[in-house]
DNA sequence: TGTATAATGTTATAAATATAACAAAAGAAA
DNA sequence: TTTCTTTTGTTATATTTATAACATTATACA
């Protein structure tokens, strides 16, 4: 079995989502080169990434959208349900708390840490936030294999050698904090929004150097 | 002059945080291989990443830790003040607006628009947010080139459209709307914190599939 | 029932990216 | 001053990734 390429597997995400756009506005069938339309991709691209994972589709009569999307859900492990607890719940915490769809991404929060007084003790979500010294408390009685860190880099290493002590080996980190090479064994998907809005200006000033690529 | 990488430009903000973490120790000099071990990567790739704007380091004695960060600064044109509008001030609208520091960034945060009436009016960074209505009026005494979308995805395509219509040609997408392809002359730089998850997700069932890769 | 068409699965090629190798240059020490 | 060490800048190689080509298979229609 050959090793899936990390850049397939962020592809993946992207094809759930069109596959599922194209559910609920009842397309029932896609072909390669429609999808690749959509994604912005080669349709031997599309093709050459679904079938690292099996032949989903039917020769002369493309993939049935249902089905393609159901099968790159299994593939994700959507249907998990990782049991995850959520670190610091600031702006950044309580959107990722009331914006994200956890149960329908592999994950179900099941407790929030804060630091800050004047906000442990209210609800998001129906969770009630907990004090950050309460984290040791809640793991005596209850599981959980993944932490969503949204808190800056400063505060967060001890609660992050903390929480592996307690078994946390997946994170998903907004920090600066470079978990995975503390922990190798851990799995980090980092998503860092300064080092996005500097690529940003970059591409912005490169645009601008050359105004006029049309003819290139 | 050849193209550089996308691959390359996204390291860039990464060797940028890792030098001003340096800078901040009192540190003076690093060699590639020492920027290596850091980065997670060869000193083969960081000194063919620099190789690709100019010869920063010298031979023999490795690169200044202040002069290679603020090359690479201006490189990513941090220095630059892009007049920028924010869309959305919900939690991750405020999350946005009261972590970043986007003068450092090469940006500068002039408005901020809302829906929903109980957050207008409200101050942010010392910033009023205004009604969505009120975008015309703003571009009519003002200018920005920038637009930091914190939007969901229905709601975003008519805001995106009067932006463009109004000149607004970069965006920091956090939504799931595909700018680029509508208006192909656009910088769009996409934040989709779903795929991010969706991605981790992934990442955790293959790990375990493979419980024991330390002899592969 | 047979043939034409459409579109996949798969193999082969091209392009891009990362790694390794090495020569050149600067500084340190004898 | 000369030689040795360090470490860059650059060229060459290997690896990875994306694209293109093609043969195969299912469906639709006559």
Redesign the interface.
Known sequence: MKE?SIQV??R???Y??FLSDLESQGIEKISSTKLAAVM?STASQVRQDLNCFGGFGQQGYGYTVSNLKSEIGK????Q?V?PAVLLGA???G???A?????ES???KLKAIFEKDTKIIGTYLRGIKVLSDEDIEAFFAENEA??AFLTLPKDSVEPLIDRLYALGVR?F?NFS?F?I??KYPDT?V?N?????????????????EKQPDDANS
Chains 1, 2 share one sequence.
């Open positions: 899936i597997i962020k993946l995400p992207r759930y989502r912005s593939i994700l492990g959507l998990n990782h600031g702006n950044l309580r959107a990722i009331t914006h994200m769809n956890f991404l592999g994950f294999d993944t997946n998903w600066h470079d995975a090479k799995v998907e998503v860092h929004m300064t080092d996005s809005l500097m690529t940003l200006c970059y591409r912005i000033n490169d645009k």
